[in-house]
């Protein structure tokens, strides 16, 4: 067994660890920034309609689900039903746009990988903050929807930018994770797609987390909670909807889960990032 000065030198190390490599994105800030743009441009390259995707997929999605739960499928969130659902798949969307793109990103990179000396931290990184301008795109939609329904601000408004900064830590965590596996283990794109289409249903966007808490065995909520995105879907939603902050226990556990992901994914792609050059 490790004594504790083996533990705190240990930890002290993981520190010094992270703090370079932080500082390392940041000295290449300038490449970060032009891979955000390339990611941007290439996504909408040859679309007549260009960045207006952004706002068209949400749209067309948020049509599909308001005509099922009004009138083939009622929901009880008739009230304000349609922002309802836009704020969980805005919330929903960033993730599932994100890990496919970031799980491919060192792959779709590899002349820059064999040949540039930079942290690769920065392709992932760059597919997650370049959804992030998507995000804000799709926010100002959720602004019109505001507007629409005569929802009056709230000053709990403030609270959501803090709520994605916490998605934005569970996404990363996954994206270098999955991107770090798929450099080894090719299939690893086809398995995030695979469970993105379950994890859809697993996530609050259509039906509200207290519905879920009511209905299922609270040790099987417990579980649900583990997805990070339950909690911040129904934050996001207390804020903008009701003027409430964040049920304790289910942001809690997303906070928890967020920065274990984000941790756990620093440490792989640091162990495996040495040897991409070989295996691409």
């Not at 040859?46 to 068209?56: D, P, R, T, V």
């Not at 040949?115 to 602004?143: C, D, N, W």
């Not at 794109?189 to 379950?198: C, D, E, G, K, R």
């Amino acid at each position: 067994m490790k004594s504790g000065a083996a533990y705190i030198l240990e930890n002290r190390e993981e520190a010094d660890s992270l703090r370079k490599r932080a500082m390392g994105v940041y000295r290449y800030r300038f490449a970060l920034w032009n891979l955000i743009l390339k990611d941007f441009r290439v996504r909408y390259r040859n679309m007549s309609l260009g960045f207006l995707w952004s706002l068209l997929n949400p749209l067309v999605m948020l049509g599909v689900l308001v005509v099922v739960f009004s009138y083939i499928h009622p929901s009880r969130h008739a009230v304000n039903f349609p922002v309802f659902l836009l704020l969980g798949m805005v919330t929903y969307n960033y993730f599932s746009l994100c890990l496919p793109a970031a799980t491919q990103s060192i792959l779709d990179n590899a002349a820059l990988v064999k040949k540039v000396t930079f942290p690769r931290e920065l392709m992932p990184l760059s597919v997650v903050l370049s959804q992030g301008i998507h995000v804000l795109i799709q926010l100002a939609l959720i602004g019109v929807f505001l507007a629409v329904f005569r929802i009056p601000p709230r000053a709990t408004w403030f609270l959501v930018p803090c709520y994605f900064f916490v998605e934005f830590l569970f996404i990363t965590g996954a994206a270098l994770v999955c991107s770090a596996l798929n450099v080894f283990y090719r299939d690893i794109l086809y398995i995030v797609q695979s469970l993105l289409a379950v994890f859809f249903w697993l996530t609050p966007v259509f039906y509200d987390l207290p519905q879920v808490k009511l209905n299922l065995p609270y040790p099987l909520y417990k579980v649900y909670l583990m997805n990070p995105l339950a909690g911040l879907i129904d934050a996001v939603r207390r804020a903008v909807l009701y003027g409430r902050g964040p049920d304790p226990e289910s942001f809690g556990t997303a906070v928890a889960v967020a920065l274990l992901t984000c941790l756990l994914g620093l440490k792989i792609f640091h162990a495996r990032q040495a040897y991409f050059s070989d295996k691409i």
